[in-house]
């Protein structure tokens, strides 16, 4: 039920709406009353290809009922629902307790399911071809518009199918990235390197999974990232799980394996966030989702 911002707007629909109530049955019972003249009904005065004339003959009687009718369901669906301004209807209705109802049903029905499959180990779940199916439902409700429907990902997004992982692949590991999100901190360098400095630095990245770079240009660059890369992607450039820190030695990239897409990134910093979903979901639903991912690239297994 919307809330008004003051309570003139809340009593000026109530008055609108109790006016127009009485309008119409006045207009209507108006409507309805034979003109004491007879039987020969009135003319309107009104004639068209000279004989057709506009009569005044009260509305017909079915049509009337219908019509009061709708009056009688207009003023009990008012008195049960909201809709006179704030007044909240008998039956205390609202779309919150309605949605938090629903809510309460599936949860009832599926609950037990969910309970059942969380009591399984991660890597024997995902092999349960029952569960993966509803995995997979959960994972299209919740996921797709992030990781994509087919879990691929897109730039940003990691793709969730391959086994290259930014925080882990181990099945409990997944559950805790699910569970509490994860935070991506690629540092910005633009204050700390100049552009030829960041040339260099993105040559050298090229080189670590041998794309073609600048032999000279890789080199200076080697320095630089001695100094200020390897604490989080390693020395050789091999990345580190517990900090997310990318794998730069492999043909996989987050954000784009480009000259200018790798530039962007070692200039601008990333920050890719996955949100926690353990309060939105809960643990159970979690559980069943972490086999699921796990499932993906696990499935020869
Ligand atoms: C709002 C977008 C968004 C949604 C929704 C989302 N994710 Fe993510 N997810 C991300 C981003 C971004 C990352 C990468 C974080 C980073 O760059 O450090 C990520 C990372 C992950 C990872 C870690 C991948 C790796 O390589 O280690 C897993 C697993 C994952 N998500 C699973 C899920 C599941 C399961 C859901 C649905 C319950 C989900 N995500 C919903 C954005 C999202
Ligand atoms: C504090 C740790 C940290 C430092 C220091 C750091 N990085 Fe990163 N880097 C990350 C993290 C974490 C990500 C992933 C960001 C995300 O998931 O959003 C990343 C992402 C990247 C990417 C994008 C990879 C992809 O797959 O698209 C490149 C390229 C990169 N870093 C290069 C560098 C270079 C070069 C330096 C040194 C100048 C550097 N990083 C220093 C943590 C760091």
Partial sequence: MADFTSEFWSWFIIVLVVLSFIGIILLLRWMSVK???GDKPQTMGHVWDEDLEE?????????????????????????????LGNIKGLLDWTQESEYTEEIRVADEKYEPLFLKYSQTDLAQLSKDKEAMKTGERLFINYCNVCHGSDARGATGFPNLRDTDWLYGGEAETIKTTIMHGRQGMMPPWKDMLSNADATNVVDYVLSLSGRRFDQKAAESGKVKFEQLCIACHGADGTGNKAMGAPNLTDGTWLYGGSKSAIRISILNGRNGNMPAMADFLGETRVHLLAAYIYS?????E
Avoid: D, H, R
Avoid at 296 to 300: A, G, H, I
């Fill in 35 to 37: 003109e004491p003249s």
């Fill in 55 to 83: 009569l005044n003959n009260p509305l017909p009687m079915w049509w009337l009922v219908m019509f009061y009718i709708t009056i009688v369901f207009g003023i009990v669906y008012l008195a049960l629902y909201p809709g």
């Fill in 296 to 300: 993906l690239s696990n499935e020869s």
